[in-house]
Nanobody
Framework: QVQLVESGGGLVQPGGSLRLSCAAS????????WGWYRQAPGKQRELVAA???????NYAGSVKGRFTISRDNLKNTVYLQMNSLKPEDTAVYYC??????????????WGQGTQVTISS
């Protein structure tokens, strides 16, 4: 199985920055795509950013120009650099990995979530 461990959440003031990390471990052959999602209280989980193996990135309109997703394939890690944070960015952030195990079976895994709170 594959485990994803997130880190980097916390409390910051509006306009501040945070960098989230998510490291995958387990019997991984390859990770095809990473995604960062978030879920605010009372709202559905939404895609924030995604990066496939080809390297092209996708962002939700609300974060475009402020957030940057990147990946380190050697470390099986994905990052989310979040700048110019706003109170509406407050949510639990989850990473997701989609890939192939060493058994050549497909996997899809979620992290446990990390809280991001933007408040003065």
């Amino acid at each position: 199985q594959v485990q994803l461990v997130e880190s980097g959440g916390g409390l910051v003031q509006p306009g501040g920055s945070l960098r989230l990390s998510c490291a995958a471990s387990g019997s991984i052959f390859s990770i095809n795509a990473w995604g960062w999602y978030r879920q605010a209280p009372g709202k559905q989980r939404e895609l924030v950013a995604a990066i496939p193996s080809g390297g092209s990135t996708n962002y939700a309109g609300s974060v475009k120009g402020r957030f940057t997703i990147s990946r380190d394939n050697l470390k099986n890690t994905v990052y989310l650099q979040m700048n110019s944070l706003k109170p509406e960015d407050t949510a639990v952030y989850y990473c997701n990995a989609d890939g192939v195990l060493t058994t050549l079976r497909h996997f899809g895994s979620w992290g446990q979530g990390t809280q991001v709170t933007i408040s003065s």
